[in-house]
T-cell receptor, first 115, second 110 residues
């Protein structure tokens, strides 16, 4: 998986609790992305980063925040988890901008269950 | 925003047959169209992609065609093998915006 790790790989939490997912890369790629994948659906972009401390929203950003203090780490935080945020979360990285044909490499995913 | 429709949602073929998956998109600004293969429990993996200034691209048994006028692009897999069984996703990209199709579950029967 192109030097991408996600932690934790599985998490069960309760409604209302804060949750942080971590994506770590060893490729020194500039761009990092967080997606969620729900059963029977494709990936939907939550947030992305185009550099340290530079982030922007995707199509489903409500209820999520991100931070990137180092090139290699991109954190996704659910401030107060809800059952609708039960999903599989994928991190991706790319060396150049996705729209310019920068190939995205995906991590192994984190399965989050909110009870 | 962009809307991507992918068909069929499931596809079953005999080993050695060809498989075709089609995606249509709505935003003419989209200019990059990757295809991903996702095996159970893993992240998606890029298998082929095409830019808007190209009509067709091939890589061994896999090809992608793009019709910009009709706003659709297709994945073609020839001589299918059991290891091609997986979920395939298309995507339409413009800038940093990405929209994925809902996926096609391909089953190749030996």
């Amino acid at each position: 998986d192109a030097g991408i790790t996600q932690s934790p790989r599985h998490k069960v939490t309760e409604t209302g609790t804060p949750v942080t997912l971590r994506c770590h890369q060893t490729e020194n790629h500039r761009y990092m992305y967080w997606y969620r994948q729900d059963p029977g659906h494709g990936l939907r972009l939550i947030h992305y980063s185009y550099g340290v401390k530079d982030t922007d929203k995707g199509e489903v950003s409500d209820g999520y925040s991100v931070s990137r203090s180092k090139t290699e780490d991109f954190l996704l935080t659910l401030e107060s988890a809800t059952s609708s945020q039960t999903s599989v979360y994928f991190c991706a990285i790319s060396e150049s901008r996705y729209g310019n044909g920068g190939e995205q490499f995906f991590g192994p995913g984190t399965r989050l269950t909110v009870l | 925003g962009e809307n991507v429709e992918q068909h069929p949602s499931t596809l079953s073929v005999q080993e050695g047959d060809s498989a075709v998956i089609k995606c249509t998109y709505s935003d003419s600004a989209s200019n990059y169209f990757p295809w991903y293969k996702q095996e159970l429990g893993k992240g998606p993996q890029l298998i082929i992609d095409i830019r808007s200034n190209v009509g067709e691209k091939k890589d061994q048994r896999i090809a992608v065609t793009l019709n910009k006028t009709a706003k659709h692009f297709s994945l073609h897999i020839t001589e299918t093998q059991p290891e091609d069984s997986a979920v395939y996703f298309c995507a339409a990209i413009w800038g940093d915006k990405s929209t994925f199709g809902d996926g096609t579950t391909l089953t190749v029967k030996p």
